[in-house]
């Protein structure tokens, strides 16, 4: 079940979108985006597409970009796939084939594939639940762009962003930044946008931390788990070899070596989906509604210009009506995006409780799970090994 | 030289309760104790020993011994029966980084840990040396754990156990060099050798292993504790009471979860990697003897040659009539007669200890992997028991969230 591995979202019949499929090709996943939706704006009631990384992106800068979603937390775009480590790994297995034997050859082969088979399962469910975060929203699942991605049929031809894009990205970027220096310093009138600035600020950088150093456990715990592995084999080796009686011994904890990595790889793996993961997805949420929050400094910015504006064209008597235009512009913009980000916001707080309150339990759960069964085969080989002796 | 053939009866009472494997002596190497200062200053470590056998005064004592002590005791009784076959354990390595750190007052835990891993050797080694009937006999080994003084062993460089594997290793060279090839009429002999040979190869691969993931479970200890401190601060700036309150407790359990990871590590290496490295050096001592008994072999073999040059020379003096040179001939080789005689008594002696050596030994060290292995793997089981207990009181705080 890859469906909403990290967020709780409620699907319903109007619009549900899942990856029903996905092909691994040299240099780029093709996702099949399937839709079910019993809304007129669509030519059928089912349907699928193949999409490509680049399209999702696109999508979602189509979101960014859009003033009138200025209001609400763009879910964060998927991740790009990442192959290129898994590759490299397989790549160095097979050069080094010469070197060991077929049995260790085929175990690490097979572990290989296995995190090659991890890695991609990721990045599906990454992709995935940035698709349903769009169709839950009650705002964007209606957005034109989205029901283009979701039945068009063709290549949608957004080819990555040239050079000169990439620039222009930059500089947008870094505007952005000296702006946010400038608007956080304005302390805010609304207490409930001053609190959550304050927590937004300091909880982004805090889950960035965890989310580094979750991933450097699960990682140490997998390089102990490989031990295992080759542990297991060496045993193996001494015994088949060995002349004496100990010979039983070897191959009996070799066994359990080989079983108990297994527990220990999982043990890794699911830390790596229940805690890391989480914590990722929940760094580029906080950044995501932190960026709602600057937008809407900025427009609180834009709206005292106008004010400003607007007392100066009174005082000089000229443009007047066009100042008062422009200022109620200014006042309706922020008063929208105000009125939906509060709403963004509780419903972000909402959305992370249950998603970390899901994940802690099955982070818990699975973790007792691992040890039991490595407690079971433990005791069992004692048992054993203790009634030969 | 030849080895000290004393069969008292202490010895036969010794040999047969070996054989039904009860030994009572016990050995403790505790106490370590830094005397002196500076770079004269040295590690003292209290010897216990706790027996009921009747060839010791007493029934419990101790004395303080360092370790070029250790390296002394070594040194006589290698130099004493490695030569005849018999298979003396090896002393522990030196180390200059480790003891220069400890000389220098380095009080910080990479120093403490080399001397705690120093005192387990030091312990392991005289263990395994009083479990040996024949070395067990020795009055050096006797005055070395109960003796209050002891005369400083010196020249330990050359005599460290590190030395004296290097002085085998020649000879194993010199030996594998030489052109006469050994007539093996014991098909025994060379099957052993080559047994040895794979065991020494398979027991450095798992040795490897095994320091590999020392290594890594230490990593893991030190990433999950930074993971705890992080978890600690996120669930400090969580606004939501209940799911603050959870991450704490995350937090605390990774802590714990810390500490176990630190224990095991401890059980890796002191319990598994250290029965390795014990063992790569102990089968090091048994490849010598083996090397020892061709050396044997040669000496007998070259006397034979010898005498046949001897015997020669005598038929030639006989042509000759030179009366003189053929009384010294014929004395000569009544020498090399003498010498083959014992040449062959030597090789049979030597062959017939190492059978028995290699029997001991084999018994010894199936008794040694069984020991320590299981009692690895009941670490493993505290481990996965203590993870279960934190778990379990975890996930109802989890549950709490709402």
Same mark, same amino acid.
């Given at each position: 079940?890859?469906?909403?591995?990290?967020?709780?979202?409620?699907?319903?019949?109007?619009?549900?979108?899942?990856?029903?499929?996905? &092909? !691994?090709? #040299?240099? *780029?996943? /093709?996702?099949?985006?399937?839709?079910?939706?019993?809304?007129?704006?669509? $030519?059928?009631?089912?349907?699928?597409?193949?999409?490509?990384?680049?399209?999702?992106?696109?999508?979602?800068?189509?979101?960014?970009?859009?003033?009138?979603?200025?209001?609400?937390?763009?879910?964060?775009?998927?991740?790009?796939?990442?192959?290129?480590?898994?590759?490299?790994?397989?790549?160095?297995?097979?050069?080094?084939?010469?070197?060991?034997?077929?049995?260790?050859?085929?175990?690490?082969?097979?572990?290989?594939?296995?995190?090659?088979?991890?890695?991609?399962?990721?990045?599906?469910?990454?992709?995935?639940?940035?698709?349903?975060?769009?169709?839950?929203?009650?705002?964007?699942?209606?957005?034109?762009?989205?029901?283009?991605?979701?039945?068009?049929?063709?290549? &949608? !031809?957004? #080819?990555? *962003?040239? /050079?000169?894009?990439?620039?222009?990205?930059?500089?947008?970027?870094?505007? $952005?930044?000296?702006?946010?220096?400038?608007?956080?310093?304005?302390?805010?009138?609304?207490?409930?946008?001053?609190?959550?600035?304050?927590?937004?600020?300091?909880?982004?950088?805090?889950?960035?931390?965890?989310?580094?150093?979750?991933?450097?456990?699960?990682?140490?715990?997998?390089?102990?788990?490989?031990?295992?592995?080759?542990?297991?084999?060496?045993?193996?080796?001494?015994?088949?070899?060995?002349?004496?009686?100990?010979?039983?011994?070897?191959?009996?904890?070799?066994?359990?070596?080989?079983?108990?990595?297994?527990?220990?790889?999982?043990?890794?793996?699911?830390?790596?989906?229940?805690?890391?993961?989480?914590?990722?997805?929940?760094?580029?949420?906080?950044?995501?509604?932190?960026?709602?929050?600057?937008?809407?400094?900025?427009?609180?910015?834009?709206?005292?210009?106008?004010?400003?504006?607007?007392?100066?064209?009174?005082?000089?008597?000229?443009?007047?009506?066009?100042?008062?235009?422009?200022?109620?512009?200014?006042?309706?913009?922020?008063?929208?995006?105000?009125?939906?980000?509060?709403?963004?916001?509780?419903?972000?707080?909402?959305?992370?409780?249950?998603?970390?309150?899901?994940?802690?339990?099955?982070?818990?759960?699975?973790?007792?799970?691992?040890?039991?069964?490595?407690?079971?085969?433990?005791?069992?080989?004692?048992?054993?090994?203790?009634?030969?002796? | 030289?030849?080895?000290?053939?004393?069969?008292?009866?202490?010895?036969?009472?010794?040999?047969?309760?070996?054989?039904?494997?009860?030994?009572?002596?016990?050995?403790?190497?505790?106490?370590?104790?830094?005397?002196?200062?500076?770079?004269?200053?040295?590690?003292?470590?209290?010897?216990?020993?706790?027996?009921?056998?009747?060839?010791?005064?007493?029934?419990?004592?101790?004395?303080?011994?360092?370790?070029?002590?250790?390296?002394?005791?070594?040194?006589?009784?290698?130099?004493?029966?490695?030569?005849?076959?018999?298979?003396?354990?090896?002393?522990?390595?030196?180390?200059?980084?480790?003891?220069?750190?400890?000389?220098?007052?380095?009080?910080?835990?990479?120093?403490?840990?080399?001397?705690?891993?120093?005192?387990?050797?030091?312990?392991?080694?005289?263990?395994?040396?009083?479990?040996?009937?024949?070395?067990?006999?020795?009055?050096?080994?006797?005055?070395?754990?109960?003796?209050?003084?002891?005369?400083?062993?010196?020249?330990?460089?050359?005599?460290?156990?590190?030395?004296?594997?290097?002085?085998?290793?020649?000879?194993?060279?010199?030996?594998?060099?030489?052109?006469?090839?050994?007539?093996?009429?014991?098909?025994?002999?060379?099957?052993?050798?080559?047994?040895?040979?794979?065991?020494?190869?398979?027991?450095?691969?798992?040795?490897?292993?095994?320091?590999?993931?020392?290594?890594?479970?230490?990593?893991?200890?030190?990433?999950?504790?930074?993971?705890?401190?992080?978890?600690?601060?996120?669930?400090?700036?969580?606004?939501?009471?209940?799911?603050?309150?959870?991450?704490?407790?995350?937090?605390?359990?990774?802590?714990?979860?810390?500490?176990?990871?630190?224990?095991?590590?401890?059980?890796?290496?002191?319990?598994?990697?250290?029965?390795?490295?014990?063992?790569?050096?102990?089968?090091?001592?048994?490849?010598?003897?083996?090397?020892?008994?061709?050396?044997?072999?040669?000496?007998?073999?070259?006397?034979?040659?010898?005498?046949?040059?001897?015997?020669?020379?005598?038929?030639?003096?006989?042509?000759?009539?030179?009366?003189?040179?053929?009384?010294?001939?014929?004395?000569?080789?009544?020498?090399?007669?003498?010498?083959?005689?014992?040449?062959?008594?030597?090789?049979?002696?030597?062959?017939?200890?190492?059978?028995?050596?290699?029997?001991?030994?084999?018994?010894?060290?199936?008794?040694?992997?069984?020991?320590?292995?299981?009692?690895?793997?009941?670490?493993?089981?505290?481990?996965?028991?203590?993870?279960?207990?934190?778990?379990?009181?975890?996930?109802?705080?989890?549950?709490?969230?709402?």
């Amino acid at each position: 079940m890859l469906k909403a591995i990290n967020v709780d979202l409620q699907s319903d019949a109007a619009l549900q979108v899942d990856i029903s499929d996905a &092909l !691994s090709e #040299r240099d *780029k996943v /093709k996702f099949t985006v399937h839709t079910k939706s019993s809304l007129p704006n669509f $030519k059928q009631n089912e349907f699928s597409v193949v999409r490509q990384h680049e399209e999702f992106i696109w999508l979602h800068d189509s979101f960014v970009e859009n003033e009138d979603y200025a209001g609400y937390i763009i879910p964060p775009a998927p991740p790009r796939p990442d192959f290129d480590a898994s590759r490299e790994k397989l790549q160095k297995l097979g050069e080094g084939e010469g070197s060991m034997t077929k049995e260790e050859f085929t175990k690490m082969k097979q572990e290989l594939e296995a995190e090659y088979l991890a890695i991609f399962k990721k990045t599906v469910a990454m992709h995935e639940v940035f698709l349903c975060r769009v169709a839950a929203h009650p705002i964007l699942r209606k957005d034109l762009n989205f029901h283009v991605f979701l039945e068009y049929n063709q290549d &949608l !031809s957004v #080819r990555g *962003k040239n /050079k000169k894009e990439k620039l222009e990205d930059f500089f947008k970027n870094m505007v $952005k930044s000296a702006d946010g220096v400038i608007v956080s310093g304005v302390k805010d009138v609304d207490d409930f946008f001053e609190h959550e600035r304050t927590f937004l600020l300091e909880y982004h950088n805090r889950v960035k931390d965890a989310s580094a150093k979750s991933d450097r456990m699960t990682r140490s715990h997998k390089s102990a788990a490989d031990d295992y592995n080759r542990i297991g084999s060496s045993l193996y080796a001494l015994g088949t070899q060995d002349s004496t009686d100990i010979c039983k011994f070897f191959l009996k904890v070799s066994e359990l070596f080989d079983k108990t990595r297994k527990i220990e790889a999982r043990v890794s793996a699911d830390e790596d989906l229940k805690l890391s993961d989480l914590l990722k997805y929940y760094l580029r949420e906080s950044q995501a509604a932190k960026d709602l929050l600057y937008r809407r400094s900025r427009s609180l910015v834009d709206y005292e210009n106008a004010n400003k504006a607007l007392d100066k064209a009174r005082a000089k008597n000229k443009d007047v009506l066009q100042a008062e235009t422009s200022q109620q512009l200014c006042c309706q913009k922020f008063e929208k995006i105000s009125e939906s980000a509060k709403q963004e916001l509780i419903d972000f707080k909402t959305r992370r409780v249950a998603a970390f309150r899901k994940n802690l339990v099955e982070l818990a759960e699975l973790e007792l799970k691992h040890a039991k069964g490595n407690l079971q085969l433990l005791q069992n080989c004692l048992a054993v090994l203790n009634g030969d002796t | 030289m030849s080895a000290p053939v004393i069969f008292d009866r202490s010895r036969e009472e010794i040999e047969e309760e070996a054989n039904g494997d009860v030994f009572d002596i016990e050995i403790g190497v505790s106490d370590p104790e830094k005397v002196g200062d500076g770079m004269n200053a040295y590690m003292a470590y209290r010897v216990t020993t706790k027996t009921s056998l009747s060839m010791f005064s007493k029934s419990e004592f101790s004395v303080k011994r360092r370790f070029s002590d250790f390296l002394g005791l070594h040194s006589k009784l290698a130099s004493k029966y490695l030569h005849v076959g018999y298979i003396v354990p090896p002393a522990p390595e030196k180390s200059i980084v480790g003891m220069t750190k400890v000389k220098v007052g380095k009080e910080d835990s990479s120093s403490t840990e080399f001397v705690e891993k120093r005192r387990a050797a030091l312990e392991r080694y005289l263990q395994r040396t009083v479990k040996h009937p024949t070395l067990l006999q020795d009055p050096d080994l006797r005055q070395f754990l109960e003796s209050s003084e002891l005369p400083r062993a010196v020249n330990t460089q050359a005599l460290s156990g590190a030395g004296i594997l290097r002085m085998v290793n020649k000879a194993a060279d010199a030996v594998n060099k030489m052109t006469i090839k050994m007539n093996e009429s014991d098909a025994w002999f060379e099957e052993k050798q080559q047994q040895f040979e794979n065991l020494d190869q398979q027991l450095r691969k798992l040795h490897a292993s095994v320091e590999a993931l020392v290594c890594h479970r230490k990593e893991l200890s030190a990433n999950t504790a930074a993971f705890a401190k992080s978890a600690a601060m996120l669930g400090n700036s969580e606004d939501h009471t209940a799911l603050s309150r959870a991450l704490s407790q995350l937090a605390e359990v990774e802590e714990k979860i810390d500490q176990l990871h630190q224990e095991q590590a401890f059980a890796d290496f002191y319990m598994f990697s250290e029965l390795l490295s014990d063992y790569i050096r102990l089968i090091a001592a048994v490849k010598g003897v083996f090397d020892h008994r061709m050396k044997c072999w040669q000496k007998w073999e070259d006397a034979q040659i010898t005498l046949l040059k001897k015997r020669e020379t005598e038929a030639k003096m006989m042509v000759a009539n030179k009366p003189d040179k053929i009384q010294q001939a014929k004395n000569e080789i009544r020498e090399w007669e003498a010498k083959v005689q014992q040449g062959e008594r030597d090789f049979e002696q030597i062959s017939k200890t190492i059978r028995k050596e290699v029997g001991r030994f084999e018994k010894q060290r199936v008794k040694d992997f069984k020991t320590v292995i299981i009692k690895y793997l009941e670490s493993l089981v505290q481990t996965q028991q203590q993870l279960i207990k934190y778990w379990e009181a975890f996930l109802p705080e989890a549950k709490a969230i709402a």
